[in-house]
Each structure stands twice: as C-alpha cells, then as structure tokens.
C-alpha cells in the first residue's frame, strides 16, 4: 500500500452509458481526492450518477476517461485480475440491500471476503468474531439473515466491510432500507468504526440525515460534483446522540 497518497483521487472522469443507439451521458469531468481517514459523503438527485461513481471507485466499472487512483494505484493501468485483487484487498463495500448470503450465518458472511483473500479458515472466523462484537453483533454469531431485523443485517454488512481492514469504504445508499433510528444508529456505528480504526468512507445517499455524519460533503449535478454546505453538527455529538 501506498501510505502518504490519497485513498481516492480521481482527474477529470466521464462516463456515458450507450445502449440501442441512445447515449447517456453521466459523468462529464468529475475531480475527487478523499483524505487519510476522512469521511465523504456524495448527494444528489437521482440519476444524477452516485451510484455510476461509486461503481468507479470500487473498480466495478470502468470510466471513459480520466483516471482513477485508489490508495495510489492508477486503476487504468491494471488489469482485470490486478482490479479485482485490489478490491478484495483495499476495498470494503456496503450496499442499500446489505447483500448478505442468505444460506450463511452472520460469522461466514463476514468470513467469506477474508476466504477470498486467503486467510486461513480459523483466523478468519476469529476475525470475523471481533468484527461483529465491534458492531454490537457479539449475540447473533451463527443467525442466518432471515432471523436478524433489517438493521441488524446492515451491521453485518458493516461489519463484513471493515473485517479486512480496507483503505476505503465505499457505502450506496447504506441507510435506504432502514427506518430512521436504524439508520442514524448504522451510520454512527460506520462514523465511529472508521475513525478510531483510521479508514476512509466515500458515501453515497439522498438521505439529508445522513450529511452531518460526514467530513466534507459533494453534490453531483449536471455531471460533475461540487462541494455541498458543510454539516451542521459535528461527527462527535452526531454519533453520541445515536449511541449513548
Ligand atoms: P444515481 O445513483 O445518482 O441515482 P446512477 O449512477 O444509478 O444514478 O444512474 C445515472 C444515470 O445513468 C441514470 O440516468 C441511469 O438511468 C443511467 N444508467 C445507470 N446504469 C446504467 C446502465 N447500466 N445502462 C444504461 N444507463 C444506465
Ligand atoms: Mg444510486
């Protein structure tokens, strides 16, 4: 890892979607560069392009131009093996429908990313373990997500996410499928886990309650991101609320 450059720094990307004939443009010059240990929140209408962004980012697709650094690496010059190894390793997502594996427990969907890094069976199980303490889960081990609430499956998500100790967390919309104390309780929890272990979230939402969570705040507007009014209150008092 390449430690004093930015998680995420991204020059000039554009991105048209093309389908039958008919071009979407989305993305048209988007410059981004996320610090060490900071908390971005991306807003904006739908369709304005979070999701494409965020898809970026997370190396899932690909812009038509510009480029795309993560943690250093120009994700232009790698290829798909290399993109998919620096997901694994430097990447932790978090999805609106929590995508957890529905025939797993809450320890082997956490597990399964560190499996797929190739850590052994039991330190992964032991981490996985403390991931889900960390997250308040240390009762709900070996429940299958169909016995856990909505918010208790976005916390494993959250906490399959930070299990391999990425660089970055990437988050689309973690708090739609929640109702509003869930979702303030998911993103002090996101807050407060990232900051004391010293990662980096980029988040996605058009969740208002979700921008005095963040550092900074972008909106993205006729395809391009501009910088959004700072957050009222600050992290410390948001998450306290939340949690205490
Ligand atoms: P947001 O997340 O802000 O709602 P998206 O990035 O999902 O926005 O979509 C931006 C625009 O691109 C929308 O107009 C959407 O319909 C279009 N779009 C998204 N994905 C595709 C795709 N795979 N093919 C064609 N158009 C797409
Ligand atoms: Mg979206």
Not at 13 to 36: E, F, W
Not at 63 to 79: C, E, W
Not at 165 to 185: F, M, N, V
């Amino acid at each position: 890892m390449k430690a004093n450059l930015p998680p995420v720094a991204v020059h000039n990307v554009h991105k048209t979607y093309r389908r039958g004939g008919i071009a979407t443009p989305v993305l048209q010059g988007v410059n981004l560069v996320v610090g060490h240990g900071r908390c971005a929140v991306l807003t904006g209408p739908s369709g304005s392009g979070k999701s494409t962004l965020l898809s970026i980012l997370g190396t899932m697709l690909s812009p038509d131009q510009g480029s795309v650094r993560i943690a250093g690496h120009d994700l232009g010059r790698l290829d798909a093996a290399a993109r998919t190894r620096l997901r694994r390793e430097l990447i932790g997502f978090v999805f609106q429908r929590f995508e957890l594996l529905r025939g797993l427990s809450a320890l082997d969907n956490v597990a399964v990313p560190l499996a797929l890094r190739r850590m052994p069976q039991r330190a992964a199980q032991k981490r996985a373990a403390e991931a889900l303490a960390a997250v308040g889960l240390a009762d709900k081990l070996h429940s299958h997500p169909r016995h856990l609430s909505a918010g208790q499956c976005q916390r494993v998500a959250l906490a399959r996410a930070l299990a391999g100790e990425p660089e970055l967390i990437l988050a689309d919309e973690p708090t739609a499928s929640l109702d509003e104390q869930h979702g303030l309780e998911l993103m002090g929890l996101l807050r407060r886990l990232t900051a004391e272990q010293g990662r980096t979230a980029v988040i996605v939402t058009h969740d208002p309650r979700i921008l005095r969570f963040a550092d900074v705040v972008y909106r993205l507007a006729h395809g391009r991101l501009e910088t959004a009014e700072r957050p009222r209150a600050s992290l410390i008092s948001a998450a306290e609320e939340v949690l205490t």
